[in-house]
């Protein structure tokens, strides 16, 4: 099975950054999609960013936060980075690293990394 290690939360004042990594160990799974969700208590998990690894280039950003956060991967492994500019109190939340193998129909899921942001 694919297993997610994610990491790089923690608490920052507003107007600050973070920079978050994610980790695979895919054995022989294909990884075609990886990124982050984010859950606030409350609410929904909804998807922050996408980054497509081994199909087509793709990257898809929540409007909330277009302009202020980027995916990124090492080349040379399985490992992607958002890093978060401009952090605002709505940011605040567990971000949960997500991958989509091919030929798979659900996601896998990292531990979650908390990220809080102080007004």
């Known amino acids: 099975q694919v297993q997610l290690v994610e990491s790089g939360g923690g608490l920052v004042q507003a107007g600050g950054s973070l920079r978050l990594s994610c980790s695979a160990s895919r054995g022989k799974f294909v990884i075609m999609m990886m990124g982050w969700y984010r859950q606030s208590p409350g609410k929904q998990r909804e998807l922050v960013a996408g980054l497509g690894i081994n199909g087509p280039n793709l990257v898809r950003y929540d409007d909330s936060v277009k302009g202020r956060f980027t995916i990124s991967r090492a080349r040379a492994t399985d490992t992607v980075y958002l890093q978060m500019n401009s952090l605002q109190s709505e940011d605040t939340a567990v971000y949960y690293c997500?991958?989509?193998?091919?030929?798979?129909?659900?996601?896998?899921w990292g531990q979650g990394t908390q990220v809080t942001v102080s007004s």
């Open positions: 997500y991958a989509r193998v091919r030929g798979g129909m659900e996601n896998y």
